[in-house]
């Protein structure tokens, strides 16, 4: 079946600017959560969503960074006035429960001039 | 989360059986032995996981050692496409943030043909 789709799979912009990334989970997974892989390093957890219930926005680097989920299915991770630092991959994951296996999708890559 | 150890390099030859070993000396009696990997350029896939006994899926096998101090996996048959990193995780599948997934340096696999 289908796994989880990212777009844009790259997207350069210029400092400042805002951005905008989706996610389309796996069919039926209610589970969700963003990553950020900086090149060679692993993986910074971002925000994760269960459901109806209130997202865990811990990993958030800023308040630059906002994401939503409308109830079991796509998601957007924004990015407000970006700044170098943001380039990275923007990993997202889908399980069909909490703490069932993530699977990936393959990421956007994000490049900020 | 338990502390895990891998080798930081591996070769096979294609077609060979590719075992990759993941200490785990430390790992509690509620954390399961996960197996992801991460092709270049691509998200990180999950392989397998288990809590004890060994399991077999259609991508690979995991062994665990009686005392679950260590587990190996095993691909069966490595291609040119299991060219990747390999990373083993050890984590509790309840309870708080658990559900943060974070990888280690993991081994890099290489299969040649």
């Known amino acids: 079946g289908a796994g989880v789709s990212q777009s844009p799979s790259n997207k350069v912009t210029e400092k400042g600017k805002d951005v905008e990334l989706r996610c389309d989970p796996i069919?039926?997974?209610?589970?969700l959560y963003w990553y950020r892989q900086r090149l060679g390093q692993g993986l910074e957890f971002l925000i994760y969503f269960q459901g109806n219930s209130a997202p865990d926005k811990s990993g958030l680097p800023s308040d630059r960074f906002s994401a939503e989920r409308t109830g079991e299915s796509v998601s957007t991770l924004t990015i407000q006035r970006t700044q170098q630092e943001d380039s990275a991959v923007y990993l997202c994951?889908?399980?069909?429960?909490?703490?069932?296996?993530?699977?990936f999708g393959d990421g956007t890559r994000l490049s900020i001039l | 989360d338990a502390k895990t150890t891998q080798p930081p390099s591996m070769d096979c030859a294609e077609g060979r059986a590719a075992n990759l070993p993941c200490n785990h000396s430390t790992i509690s009696g509620n954390e399961y032995v996960y197996w992801y990997r991460q092709i270049h350029s691509q998200g990180p896939q999950y392989i397998i996981h288990g809590l004890k006994n060994n399991e077999t899926n259609e991508m690979a096998s995991l062994i665990i050692t009686e005392d679950r101090k260590s587990s190996t996996l095993i691909l069966p048959h490595a291609t040119l496409r299991d060219t990747a990193v390999y990373y083993c995780i050890v984590r509790v599948d309840s309870g708080g943030s658990n559900y943060k997934l974070t990888f280690g340096k993991g081994t890099l696999l290489t299969v040649n043909p």
């Open positions: 994951a889908s399980s069909l429960e909490r703490f069932q296996p993530q699977h």
């Open positions: 069919s039926g997974h209610t589970a």
